[in-house]
């Protein structure tokens, strides 16, 4: 009897790695996912702290349109934004990203899928296209990532575009799909390493979708091939245990204007949660698609894109524009991280922005004011001119650097502090002068 018993589990255990030899399939090439999915679109932004370790992007329209970035969900890529991007690349700076574990970014060097390591990504991104604020539009997983970047950088975004985010308890349970519940297991997350079909990642797919014939060979081609970048699969499994702290009680945090969209027929998360997005953000407004999935972008493009541009164009007229914000005196408080000089008459340089063409020199004559203007080729925003009025008296060797950077300088705020950074990287902070 007892040998019976080894022969059956010698059998089993044959019958089971038979199976599995069978089942396994390896990594795609790393070169040829990049030259495939990548092309000469591709653009790679270097993350801050990890030597080699580089984030794929794109980035199409207008470059001084307002920007918007784009960051998808949980096992897609920059690819999910295809049909949006091409509907609103027409009027705005538009900036997609695989994050960490997804595309052709792949793995994170230290496994880290909690939102630090998830904002490496977009802050690689950011900074790779030296963007200092945007429209963040986020589905999934990556509206998750969008509305922690406003709790944390208020000041970078602009407003939010939540697409069946994720990040909220719901009573309400979701079905899920069979991708995401394997995943959910340490049995599963081993085994998905090595044996991911192709077969389950259409049906993972089709149950993400409000109507299955949308799914196309090619975009399940493209989610198997990408799903086996080297390192993507370990990598899925790890998001599903990562730590990711509930801060959804902050939601009332949010100041940033706020369109939420909801697929009605989502089964990975309900719309319950669209509605918990909806009553603690201030002033969130909620568009419910019937007939649609998890992913309206891809599922209902046209819609999608029209109540996005609906909301953008609201944003934009109620925005105060940049002279507007620029206007009045303004004190200089630090210069290339250094106190600013006195003059010889005990002022502190500064600057007073106006919409009007002022003309004069750039020089502290006798430590009077000094008059900056610029020809058709300097600084201008958003269609208004806008010159610059110096209050500077003997401050050599300061004022010259100031001088450069006022000429030259972008135009950031952080908080209510102005911040112009001139082409050489050297940086000029201001305060107004009434506070």
Known sequence: MRRVIIIVVLGLLALLTAGMAFLYEPDTDREEMIALYGGEQARWAPVEGHQDYRVHYRVSGPEDAPVLVLIHGTAASLHTWAP?????????????????????????????????????????????????????????????????????????????????????????????????????????????????????????????????????????????????????????????????????????????????????????????????????????????????????????????????????????????????????EWLLVSLDGEEPLRGDNGRIAGATFTEERVGGSAGCNGGGAAILSWTENGYATDGVFVATKMLCANLMPQEELLFAILNHGAVRFEGETLVMTGPNGTEARFERADE
């Open 84 to 328: 949006l991007r091409e509907r609103l690349d027409q009027d705005y700076r538009v900036i997609a990203y695989d994050q960490p574990g997804h595309g052709l970014t792949g793995p994170h060097p230290e496994r880290d899928y909690t939102f630090a390591g998830m904002r490496e990504g977009l802050d690689a991104v950011l900074k790779a296209t030296n963007t200092t604020e945007a429209v963040l539009i986020g589905n999934s997983m990556g509206g998750w990532v969008a509305w922690r970047m406003a709790l944390d950088e208020p000041e970078l975004v602009k407003g939010l575009v939540l697409i069946d985010p994720a990040g909220v308890p719901v009573e309400e349970e979701s079905e899920g799909n069979i991708g995401f519940t394997i995943a959910q297991s340490s049995l599963g997350r081993a085994l998905m390493k090595k044996i991911t079909p192709r077969s389950l990642i259409e049906s993972s797919v089709k149950q993400t979708v409000a109507d299955e014939n949308m799914v196309t060979p090619e975009m399940v081609d493209r989610y198997h091939d990408l799903l086996r970048f080297p390192g993507n699969r370990e990598a899925a499994g790890d998001q599903f245990i990562s730590p990711r702290q509930d801060l959804s009680g902050r939601l009332g945090e949010i100041n940033a204007p706020t369109l939420i969209l909801w697929g009605e027929e989502d089964r990975l998360i309900p719309v319950a949660a669209g509605r918990v997005f909806e009553r603690d953000i201030p002033g969130a407004e909620l568009i419910v698609y019937e007939g649609v999935g998890h992913l309206p972008m891809e599922e209902a493009p046209d819609r999608t894109a029209e109540d996005i541009s609906g909301f953008l164009a609201r944003l934009e007229k109620s925005a105060p524009s940049l002279a507007e914000r620029l206007a009045g």
